[in-house]
Nanobody, 126 residues
Framework: QYQLVESGGGLVQPGGSLRLSCAVS????????IGWFRQAPGKEREGVSC????????YYADSVKGRFTISRDIAKNTVYLQMNSLKPEDTAVYYC???????????????????WGQGTQVTVSS
């Protein structure tokens, strides 16, 4: 059974940091281009950061480059999103997701991903 479970969200002040975790079961994190997405109130769900393929290459949205880092622990079958220098505009529900196939045509595009976690709320506010 495929399952993704996020954790690590919370309330943080601007400039602060959080690390999100995505525990994966049913498929191997090293093989599938698992990614992080977010959805703010009234906005479309957008790709934040994704693994591109099994070699560990990564994609970042322009809005988070230099601040967020995606990583994975193969032994724990878990994907992480380290978020630094957080801004109020980073406030959203964050989801991890995986595609049905080990490759996707358009990386980090919502429509390419089939399995989703339940989401974890991140609120950046003073």
């Amino acid at each position: 059974q495929y399952q993704l479970v996020e954790s690590g969200g919370g309330l943080v002040q601007p400039g602060g940091s959080l690390r999100l975790s995505c525990a994966v079961s049913g498929f191997a994190v090293y093989y599938y281009p698992i990614g992080w997405f977010r959805q703010a109130p009234g906005k479309e769900r957008e790709g934040v950061s994704c693994f591109i393929n099994s070699d560990g290459s990564t994609y970042y949205a322009d809005s988070v480059k230099g601040r967020f880092t995606i990583s994975r622990d193969i032994a724990k079958n878990t994907v992480y999103l380290q978020m630094n220098s957080l801004k109020p505009e980073d406030t959203a529900v964050y989801y991890c997701a995986a595609p049905f196939r080990p490759t996707v045509k358009d990386i980090c595009t919502r429509e390419e991903y089939d399995y989703w976690g339940q989401g974890t709320q991140v609120t950046v506010s003073s």
